[in-house]
């Protein structure tokens, strides 16, 4: 029997802002902070599908992250989908840096691997990430099943946020 596999590719947009965070430090080999021209910084605004793959059987719509106090970020958005998922399921993550929405450029140079996507969505249910997935209507599980999850206000505390 020959074992189907389906890779996906999302997009996590950074936004350039000029607002003075805390004290930089290094997360997964990324520094936050301000640049040494202490001109901008890099915050995460948005997670979305990447601009040239609309056509994959998950499609992340917007996810939008917005910021309720100095600690807390709300994160809400839409998942799509398109057809049950059986077999083991790739993701990759892309990360870009844009000035508007037409303007991007890569922040990583090379696409991030995460494996097996439900292998990693089970590793992620006790991270913040996790926190963020268990607020998906319906729940997020796997095998996944068409449909339309929303992930609606889910509260997080996340440091590299901030």
């Known amino acids: 029997m020959l074992r189907l596999r389906t890779s996906l590719l999302f997009a996590l947009v950074v936004a350039l802002s000029g607002i003075r965070p805390g004290e930089p430090y290094f997360y997964n080999g990324i520094k936050s902070g301000l640049e040494p021209d202490l001109k901008h910084s890099l915050f995460l605004d948005r997670v979305g599908q990447c601009r040239w793959q609309h056509d994959l059987p998950i499609f992340l719509s917007d996810m939008r992250i917005a910021q309720q106090n100095n600690t807390h970020y709300v994160i809400s958005g839409v998942l799509r989908v398109r057809r049950?998922?059986?077999?083991?399921?790739?993701?990759?993550?892309?990360?870009?840096?844009?000035?508007?929405?037409?303007?991007?450029?890569?922040?990583?140079?090379?696409?991030?691997?995460?494996?097996?996507?439900?292998?990693?969505?089970?590793?992620?249910?006790?991270?913040?990430?996790?926190?963020?997935?268990?607020?998906?209507?319906?729940?997020?599980?796997?095998?996944?099943?068409?449909?339309?999850?929303?992930?609606?206000?889910?509260?997080?505390?996340?440091?590299?946020?901030?």
Do not use: M, W
């Open 84 to 162: 049950n998922i059986t077999d083991a399921t790739t993701g990759t993550v892309s990360i870009e840096i844009c000035q508007n929405a037409t303007q991007c450029r890569p922040f990583i140079d090379r696409p991030v691997a995460i494996g097996d996507v439900c292998q990693f969505l089970a590793e992620q249910r006790p991270s913040s990430l996790g926190e963020v997935l268990g607020h998906s209507v319906p729940p997020l599980r796997c095998p996944l099943t068409k449909g339309v999850y929303r992930i609606n206000d889910a509260l997080v505390d996340y440091k590299p946020f901030r």
